[in-house]
């Protein structure tokens, strides 16, 4: 009955907010307080209470939007890397990729970031064959180590560490044989440039299976 009164909205939204209500009631004044009063934290308050309803197109667009207007780097590298997640959840890898190295351009050090572009990886390599396929894993293995004791640091992300073990494990399992390097004249420690899928022109480092 308020219309667009912004103190109502900001009021109502604030209480159901912290009810954790996620009703059709809750988007209609969500939504309209965002229009009046545009924030990173309604954006990606929004865009949660969308991705648990599995309203992805909504969440990626209260997300993308909040990128535009933020210019906090701290809060950027959150959003990337949410934009990466929500991006994967969709099968968009591609963008899931881009997200994510844009996460890791603003802090290397990000714990998410390099667990979830490692999986990237391993999906795109699966239009490859052979060595170039192969040797995806030695990349997503490198960004796992990476990841894990990132993750490990902090309780929000240590609940991934179980998965990045397992997924470790696996991909250091896949890498190339022994065979399989010397017959493409690849020795053990050689540097290798990936030219497969969403790795393609990283370089990394030759290791045939359960050696590294």
């Not at 939504?31 to 990626?60: G, R």
Request: with cysteine; proline share 3%.
């Amino acid at each position: 009955e308020s219309g667009d009164d912004e103190k109502t909205l900001s009021q109502a939204f604030g209480l159901l907010s912290r009810a954790g209500c996620e009703s059709d009631f809750f988007f209609t004044v969500g939504e309209k307080y965002y229009a009046l009063k545009p924030s990173s934290e309604i954006a990606m308050y929004l865009a949660q209470a969308f991705q648990n309803q599995k309203n992805y197109d909504k969440a990626n667009q209260y997300l993308r939007e909040s990128l535009a207007v933020e210019t906090d780097p701290v809060e950027r590298e959150k959003l990337f890397a949410r934009i990466g997640i929500l991006e994967m959840t969709t099968n968009h890898f591609a963008e899931a990729v881009s997200s994510f190295r844009e996460a890791l351009a603003i802090n290397p050090e990000n714990a998410l970031a390099p667990f979830f572009l490692a999986q990237c990886y391993v999906n795109g390599a699966s239009g490859c064959s052979g060595l170039a396929r192969d040797a995806v894993y030695w990349v997503a293995y490198d960004l796992l180590q990476k990841a894990i004791p990132l993750l490990e640091a902090s309780p929000e992300t240590a609940v991934h560490v179980d998965t990045a073990k397992k997924l470790a494990g696996a991909y250091r399992a896949a890498f190339p044989t022994k065979e399989e390097c010397f017959f493409n004249e690849l020795n053990d420690g050689s540097t290798y440039v990936v030219n497969c899928g969403y790795a393609r022109g990283i370089a990394t480092t030759v290791a045939h299976a359960f050696s590294k």
